[in-house]
């Protein structure tokens, strides 16, 4: 696993800059589109963003800009995200050491 992840490391960190830009783009899209009243992001397409890779860009953008900060399921479902996203990598890291 690790040595999969060595190897593919420029295109998984492509994959997650791109997500993360993804979501800090479509949080301040949306911050924007709620003050002019236009057509806003769903909300689960924001937490899908964030669920796919970009969570943290996602968190950190929603406390900058104070976007989504009222809402439950964005200040507890994200973090928890983050979470589940770290407890992946440990336990990945942990069968790949186990099984080396």
């Known amino acids: 696993m690790l040595e999969f992840l060595m190897r ?9 800059l791109v997500l993360s830009l993804t979501a800090g783009i479509a949080t301040i899209y949306d911050k924007g589109a709620a003050k002019g009243n236009k057509r806003r992001i769903p909300e689960n397409s ?14 950190i953008v929603m406390r900058m800009i104070h976007h989504k900060t009222n809402k439950e ?4 479902g994200i973090p928890l995200i983050i979470a589940l996203q770290a407890l992946m990598i440990f336990f990945a890291y ?3 050491t186990y099984l080396s």
């Open 8 to 16: 593919h490391a420029d295109v998984i960190l492509g994959y997650l």
């Open 46 to 59: 924001l937490l899908l963003i964030s669920l796919l890779g970009g969570s943290v860009a996602m968190y």
């Open 73 to 76: 399921k964005f200040m507890r």
């Open 94 to 96: 942990r069968m790949y």
